[in-house]
């Protein structure tokens, strides 16, 4: 079965950097759109971050030219680079692939507060 294991959150200053980890198994990761999720207090899942197995990439406005997403297809982990941290990106962030949505692992909380 598929497996989701995120790390790398943690309380940061606005304008702060943070990076995400998230190692993947159960599937044959390198064919897969992966993408970053995430889900404020009383809000609804959202997708800031899509890279393809070609390593396209797709941003939100919101987080355009702020987050960074890559891949690496050795270590089936996929990163979520995010500078210029704001409040409004306090959530708990999970990744996915998104074509197939396997059950969400626990994710890791970004809190960003001064």
């Known amino acids: 079965h598929v497996q989701l294991v995120e790390s790398g959150g943690g309380l940061v200053q606005p304008g702060g950097s943070l990076r995400l980890s998230c190692i993947v198994s159960?599937?044959?990761?390198?064919?897969?759109?992966m993408g970053w999720y995430r889900q404020a207090p009383g809000k609804q899942r959202e997708l800031v971050a899509s890279?393809?197995?070609?390593?396209?990439?797709n941003y939100p406005d919101s987080v355009k030219g702020r987050f960074t997403i890559s891949r690496d297809n050795v270590k089936n982990t996929v990163y979520l680079q995010m500078n210029s941290l704001k409040p409004e990106d306090t959530a708990v962030y999970y990744c996915?692939?998104?074509?197939?949505?396997?059950?969400w692992g626990q994710g890791t909380q970004v809190t960003v507060s001064s």
């Open positions: 996915n692939a998104p074509t197939i949505l396997a059950a």
């Open positions: 159960g599937i044959s990761f390198s064919i897969y759109t």
């Open positions: 890279i393809t197995n070609g390593g396209s990439t």
